[in-house]
């Protein structure tokens, strides 16, 4: 009896042995399959660039970038990269030039149109021009044939009044700050 | 089912179309600063009643040339002649305006001097005597945007040798009141 307990535990426990073996065997080598796909979209994107002969511009490289003239007047100096062009006696205009540059994947375009627009109302006595187009709040083409991957040089004009302040004149001695927002569009 | 095939379909094409305009656009912003300051500019100007500029009209950098001048010999169109026991004085009108942008000022301080200093001859701008020593106040109450005459005058003492050459600057400043 006691011959036959044991012959069956010895069996047991061998085979409970053989199982924890093959185990450890199965752990030491494992297999998988990841099926990756993607769908690659066409875009194009849009950067400012400083251009030498105008202000540098802060965040350049970037599509939200910041350029300050500085002080300006009719008369007086002004800073590097400003220049300007006219002074009448109702208003002047002071000049700086950026670079846009926009860049397109999986298209076929090879041109695209720039159109831009004032976030807001210009402030009294301030408008703003991008290549001679007057902006508002409203889109406005700025350029039709547009070469992607190259900076192409814009001119930002700021035509200010000569008029006092309270008398159709902008606000003196302080920053005055205007968002232009750009649009670019593959053509 | 057929509907239904078509249905799908148009709804696939109208969402790779969307797709595709959003996908050929892009934006951004440029945040433009500027501070304006108000200035003030001054220019001589031509007097009709008096010598023509010889160069720089118009702007802030001018040439007054009385040619030849004498206490009692002819003188060119423009210049007035008066003349003591002493000396003689030849003047001419001469025009200044100053322009006002973005500034709420009424009005103007003008001043001038010499720019070297002239032991023999004496100056005067706008009946006011004028010396490298120090600003003389031409008005304290100049009107912008308009020609204001302000003969500059030379006396010359008869004891200066004929031909002998005047020259001198005279610097003017306009402060805004």
């Known amino acids: ?187 | 089912m057929k509907k239904v095939m078509l249905l799908t379909i148009f709804a696939a094409l109208m969402m790779i179309s969307s797709a595709a305009i959003a996908q050929t656009t892009a934006s951004g912003t440029l945040t433009v600063t500027a501070t304006v300051n108000g200035s003030i500019q001054l220019v001589f100007n031509s007097d009709a009643s008096g010598l023509a500029l010889s160069s720089g009209a118009g702007t802030n950098a001018a040439t007054l040339a009385f040619g030849n001048v004498s206490a009692f010999g002819a003188l060119a169109a423009g210049i007035v002649r008066s003349t003591t026991a002493t000396t003689f004085t030849v003047s001419s009108a001469v025009d200044v305006q100053v322009a006002k942008t973005n500034s709420a000022s009424a009005n103007y301080t003008l001043k001038a001097q010499l720019g070297a200093a002239d032991a023999v001859n004496t100056w005067s701008v706008g009946g006011v005597a004028v010396t490298n020593a120090a600003q003389s106040t031409l008005t304290a109450t100049g009107a912008y945007a308009a020609n204001s005459n302000f003969p500059v005058a030379i006396t010359v003492p008869f004891t200066t040798a004929s031909g002998t050459l005047i020259s001198n600057s005279i610097n003017y400043v306009a402060t805004a009141n």
């Open chain 1, 1 to 187: 009896m006691l011959k036959n307990y044991i012959s069956n535990m010895r069996g047991a426990v061998l085979a409970a042995l053989m199982l924890c073996g093959a185990s450890l065997v199965a752990q030491t080598t494992a297999t998988g399959v990841i099926n990756g796909s993607l769908v690659n979209k066409n875009g194009i994107s849009i950067q400012f660039d400083t251009d030498a002969a105008g202000v540098t511009l802060g965040a350049a490289g970037t599509s939200a970038a910041t350029a300050n003239f500085g002080a300006v007047s009719a008369f007086g100096p002004l800073s590097g990269g400003v220049t300007r062009p006219s002074v009448t006696a109702a208003n002047f205009t002071v000049r700086t030039i950026f670079d846009v540059q926009v860049v397109q994947g999986g298209l076929t375009s090879t041109t695209y149109t720039l159109a831009a627009n004032l976030a807001a109302a210009a402030p009294t006595g301030l408008s703003y021009k991008v290549d001679a187009v007057t902006l508002t709040t409203a889109s406005q083409t700025i350029q039709v044939n547009g070469s992607y991957n190259t900076d192409i040089a814009h001119n930002l004009d700021l035509v200010v009044s000569t008029a006092a302040p309270g008398a159709g004149g902008p606000a003196v001695g302080a920053p005055i700050t205007t968002t232009i927002n750009f649009t670019a569009t593959a053509n």
